[in-house]
């Protein structure tokens, strides 16, 4: 199952039942949208929110953007519902809440597999992205990262962490450096991506930068927004500086030269710099090429 090349940076959130919300955000700029059954859906509005949605990956949608259905959870009793009413062959991928365990991620798999075979597209392209957003799926996030190949990211979402894990909500998030670094180094171990969780108050850009700088630092690739107006600055701090790809350049030019030389250490800027150095600077470069729009 090779890995589909997706950069996401920012990943939106719509609500399912809102059509003409859906029809904005498509052209909004985000990498990819996340429409959204569960909890941006009232529950008498779920049945209209999934025709919505069907008819919407039914509809116009540009090519290059990523689309993500969130459904409701392995536990609620929706699930296959949602999966049958609103699972349509453009979409990428399902975006799965309440992750608790590795089981959740068995279970899904299961049905993607018989969605695909429902639609007619390939076995196994249907991603997924596993939410974390409980103190039972920070501790299980390890086994759940791994569990499949189908899981293209691990997605932390703080709100709902905190509200189960009894913690206060606060701008800073000091609350959550244990729990976000977690859910990042189990994606990583993995080889997956990891996405950290929504800034919630839209109109606080500086408290939005400051959020996703932290991410970037506790080694997240993207981020969840709410609202268009999150997209341009979170993209913003996960495009490298230019001194930062300068640099990483540097060193990855000396470290080829000396190890075509036999040499597995050199010497940039002053700095020692090995093996782990120099892939921290490939990964660098990818990511400065593939954000380069």
Known sequence: ????????????FVPGH?????????????DAIILDLEDGVAPAEKPAARRTVAA??????????????????????LLDEDLREASRPRMDGVC?????????????????LATED???????????????????????????????????????????FTADAGLPRTREGRELAAARTAVSLAAHAAGIEAIDGIFADFRDEEGLVA?????????????????????????RVF????????KARRIVDAFEQGEAAGSGIVVVDGAMVDR???????RVLARAERTAT
Not at 18 to 30: D, F, L, S, T
Not at 56 to 77: E, I, K, M, Q, Y
Not at 148 to 158: C, D, L, M, Y
Not at 239 to 246: F, L, R
Request: aromatic content about 4%; hydrophobic content about 45%; charged content about 20%.
């Open 1 to 12: 199952m090779a890995d589909p090349p997706w950069v996401l940076r920012s990943l939106l």
């Open 18 to 30: 809102r059509r003409e919300m859906i029809a904005k955000a498509a052209q909004a700029g985000a």
């Open 56 to 77: 919407a990956l039914d509809g116009p949608l540009p090519d290059h953007l990523v689309v993500f259905v969130r459904v409701n959870s392995t536990a609620s009793g």
């Open 96 to 112: 799965l809440p309440k992750c608790d365990t590795s089981a959740d991620v068995q279970a899904l798999s299961a049905r993607l």
């Open 118 to 160: 429902r639609l007619g597209v390939p076995r196994g392209r249907l991603r997924m992205l596993a939410l974390v957003e409980t103190a039972l799926g920070v501790l299980h996030a390890p086994a759940i990262a791994r569990e499949s190949p189908r899981v293209w990211g691990a997605v932390f979402g703080a709100e709902d």
């Open 211 to 235: 959020d996703t700088a932290e991410a970037r630092r506790l080694g997240y690739t993207g981020k969840t927004v709410i609202h268009p107006a999150q997209i341009a600055p979170v993209h």
């Open 239 to 246: 495009a490298p500086e230019p001194d930062e790809v300068a």
């Open 276 to 282: 782990p150095v120099a892939v921290r600077a490939q």
